[in-house]
């Protein structure tokens, strides 16, 4: 490995040899240990500027390697495939993945590209890094796919100054019809813990105490007392949307709504665990009812009867 300080001697090294040929006279170039080439330093090396005098464009070498590659999988389906034959993945965010073969390349320059099979949308390029013949993979965001929709993709590893771009075939799949929508949802984690569809509306019934514990959850107060937004979409707040979905035991919101404040409930139920461990005096109180209310929620809305939402209960 060169470090920084020896990239810049290096580079300069690569002047003073070009400018010897093209100034006769002038002093030699710096040597090179055996085995060594400037202008493999120039093209691999990212943090190396080099600059060729007294060379036609036509002779500066430009890199040929090519890593090919190889195991190409759509969400575990191994093998490209292309029409009739494309596979069908039960899962809006399918993970992409390919192996490189290149012994002589110690990092490879990954970039995938996807776009849907009807031309509509833009195309996607996602660049990242890898070592040959460790699997590279490629997820979506955590929104995902079009339900029912084809997509296909290519990957290629090859370095900027290749001649040959080297991509892959396209790869193709169909995204399975009927699966959760995630593109629209707020916090698609807990959409897709709960289950719920964020567009359809949902009919919750609760008991007098538990509505007053879930609209104390979804309140954020400040240190001066008074009640700070939170949004789940801009200019909604949750308190709001409570007191506007009724007052009696049954409220029906969006999914993506009731993802809100379920999401809201377990962080407030996890604080006031935390509180009532340090200091049970003061807290006065633990978290038991903020999860039994939000238990009550979910399995109402058809997901878990224990959900956690990323956190510890």
Known sequence: MINRGTRRLV????????????????????????????YTLCFDEPNVSCS????????????????????????????????ESRPVVDTVVPVLSVVFTDPSADEIRV????????????????????????????????NGLEPGASYRWRVRGTDFTAVDPGWSPWCEYTVAAGLVDLREATDPAVVTELGVT???????????????LVAEAVEEFEDDGTVEEFETAPRTRLDLLLAAAGSGP?????????????????ATASAQDMYFEEDPEVAG????GFWTALDRISVQLGGPARPSLGYYR
């Open 250 to 266: 049954t409220r029906t919101l969006t999914g993506d709504q009731w993802a809100a404040v379920a999401a809201q409930t377990a």
């Open 11 to 38: 580079a300069m090294g690569v002047v003073v040899a070009a400018c010897a040929v093209a100034l006769p006279g002038s002093a030699p170039a710096i040597p090179a240990p055996p085995g060594f080439s400037y």
């Open 198 to 212: 964020p567009g359809r509306r949902y009919p919750v019934t609760l008991t007098a105490r538990e509505w007053k």
């Open 52 to 83: 060729v005098s007294g060379v036609t464009p036509e002779a500066v070498p430009v890199s040929t390697r090519r890593p090919q590659p190889t195991r190409l999988s759509t969400n575990g389906v191994a093998g490209c495939f292309q029409g």
């Open 285 to 288: 109180r633990d978290g038991t």
């Open 111 to 142: 970039t995938f590209e996807e776009e849907r099979l009807d031309g509509t949308g833009e195309t996607e390029e996602i660049s990242t890094s890898g070592l040959p013949g460790e699997k590279v993979e490629l997820e979506p965001g955590e």
